[in-house]
């Protein structure tokens, strides 16, 4: 067996020397962040890999960075989902438990942001995608939030989704959401808040989704006109209740098309749904019978002053040591 002596110089593979075919096999074996690196080493490169991926898939990836205090990129298709950090010391999957998980050399230890800066400006072109969603900790690196949002829009001059995340989040600090809610068509939150927060957030667009959302109040959900909107842990039953009311009696949220909220047991159905008798158009007895975990089952119509028809539905999952229950409400 011969050994390559120290003087002797390495050959690098040469992936572009094979034939066309073989080419495509190495390539579908490489990583994806394999792939994306071998394109950025030349321009003759780039185009090379361009010719040898399978375009459709490729095409199907969502680019969706995160910014927080350690900048990552998601790179998200159907349930595959890539994520691309920055470190002092580079990791590959096989090194780490997650198997989609880069962390790759961050170049500029002065600027967290440079390296996923550039990293998206390529994976936009290369990919030929913008931006689709934007997750930010806005407890973190306040002094570049706005900065990071410009700097995108400069890009691009929206986006799909913005998700906001934080812990003991401030009124000033959700001044950057209250200013660039006019970037986004989807608002998702999962934040903190401290004891002096207040808001009068609203938002007209295609979703809104609010996680510990004990900031989000009742007058806010019946001031944002969504298609869609999810809550969870905001509202007490006599408000959901005045909620559908209101719909009811188109009074607000016209534009919605399904809605999702969580109650604290089943019972509280009887308090939610006290409702006009005229409003309801059918109702099924047995609820909570016979129901698959995670799946919605349909219970009663209400009837909207226009004629519009809305479907409630129920369903439960497994929450710690209980049930928690969502109630759902599709517009027909």
Known sequence: MSVVSKTEHFQPFRLFNLPTVAACNVISFMRIVEVIETSMTSSKARKKVKSLINAKLWKEIDICPGFDSNPIIQLVRNY??????????????????????????????????????????????????PIVELSMDISELKDKQQSVIDWIKSRQRSIEKLSI???????????????????????????????????????????????????????????????EIYI?????????????????????????????FDIPELQSLFSILLLPSESVASIATNAGMNMIENKFKNFMVIRRNDGAIG?????????????????????K
Request: aromatic residues 16%; negative net charge.
């Open 80 to 129: 595959d989902v890539w994520i691309i950090s920055f470190g002092i010391k580079r990791y590959y999957p096989d090194t780490l438990s997650c198997m989609n998980y880069y962390r790759l050399l961050q170049t500029n230890l002065e600027d967290k942001t440079a390296d996923w800066k550039m990293w998206i400006e390529y994976l936009t072109e290369f990919l030929e995608s």
């Open 311 to 331: 479907v409630l539905g129920i369903r439960w999952t497994k929450g710690h040591g209980s049930k928690v229950w969502t109630l759902s409400l599709t517009v």
């Open 165 to 227: 995340y934080g812990e003991n989040v401030s009124t000033e600090d959700f001044a950057i959401v209250e200013n660039n809610k006019g970037f986004t068509k989807e608002f998702l939150f999962e934040m903190e808040t401290d004891e002096n927060f207040h808001s009068d957030f609203t938002f007209n667009g295609k979703s809104l989704t609010v996680y510990k959302g004990k900031w989000f109040k009742l007058n806010q959900l019946l001031n944002s006109d969504c298609a």
């Open 232 to 260: 969870v842990n905001s509202l007490s039953d006599s408000e959901w209740n005045t909620f559908l009311r209101k719909w009811i009696n188109m009074e607000s949220n016209l534009n919605l098309k399904r809605l999702e």
